[in-house]
Antibody, heavy 118, light 106 residues
Framework: QVQLQQRGAGLLKPSETLSLTCDVY????????WSWIRQPPGKGLEWIGE???????NYNPSLKSRVTISVDTSKNQLSLKMRSVTAADTAVYYC????????????WGQGTLVTVSS | DIQMTQSPSSLSASVGDRVTITCRAS??????LAWYQQKPGKVPKLLIY???TLQSGVPSRFSGSGSGTDFTLTISSLQPEDVATYYC????????FGGGTKVDIK
């Protein structure tokens, strides 16, 4: 049973860096496609970016300048860093896993509410 | 940039009704289209991938169709447990979600 367990700070001040980690349990890490997705309160889903098993990344153009997604296969971890956050970055953040060789999402993390407030 | 437009944004139907949600891409995305269901306060759940392939464990009253730019999610007989918001996602190249369709019971 694949489980994605997210952790990271839930309250940030404007201009700080958002840092989230997703620990993967119950399945192989390598060979799959991994994503970060967010959802502002009461709004729809927004794709942040993705990384495949070879480390190739794609980012949402509107966030690309501030976002880094990485994997540590030795620790079965996926990470998200987003610099210079503002109130507009307040959202529930999800890590997600697709099947091999495709980017739709089969497994989701539990979600982390990140609030940006001074 | 490709846009994904879902319609309607919300609908209300009776139990047993056939419900159709559409998703239109502004460019050809072949069949790289997935549908998700998100119940209030819950994590999204994959229903359909490759435009028409039902994910394992999803009830057969859900079906997907389409290719290219026009796609449809159909619930053949709406059930109370289907109250949720439904999202389409294109996943070739940069991923992108549609705006969502909120479904409730009349």
């Amino acid at each position: 049973q694949v489980q994605l367990q997210q952790r990271g700070a839930g309250l940030l001040k404007p201009s700080e860096t958002l840092s989230l980690t997703c620990d993967v349990y119950g399945g192989s890490f390598s060979g799959y496609y991994w994503s970060w997705i967010r959802q502002p309160p009461g709004k729809g889903l927004e794709w942040i970016g993705e990384i495949n098993h070879s480390g190739s990344t794609n980012y949402n153009p509107s966030l690309k300048s501030r976002v880094t997604i990485s994997v540590d296969t030795s620790k079965n971890q996926l990470s998200l860093k987003m610099r210079s956050v503002t109130a507009a970055d307040t959202a529930v953040y999800y890590c997600a896993r697709g099947p091999t060789s495709s980017w739709y999402v089969v497994y989701w993390g539990q979600g982390t509410l990140v609030t940006v407030s001074s | 940039d490709i846009q994904m437009t879902q319609s309607p944004s919300s609908l209300s139907a009776s139990v047993g009704d056939r419900v159709t949600i559409t998703c239109r891409a502004s460019q050809d995305i072949s069949n790289y289209l997935a549908w998700y269901q998100q119940k209030p306060g819950k994590v999204p759940k994959l229903l359909i991938y490759a435009a028409s392939t039902l994910q394992s464990g999803v009830p057969s009253r859900f079906s997907g169709s389409g290719s290219g730019t026009d796609f449809t999610l159909t619930i053949s007989s709406l059930q109370p447990e289907d109250v949720a918001t439904y999202y389409c996602q294109k996943y070739n190249g940069d991923s992108l979600f549609g705006g969502g369709t909120k479904v409730d019971i009349k």
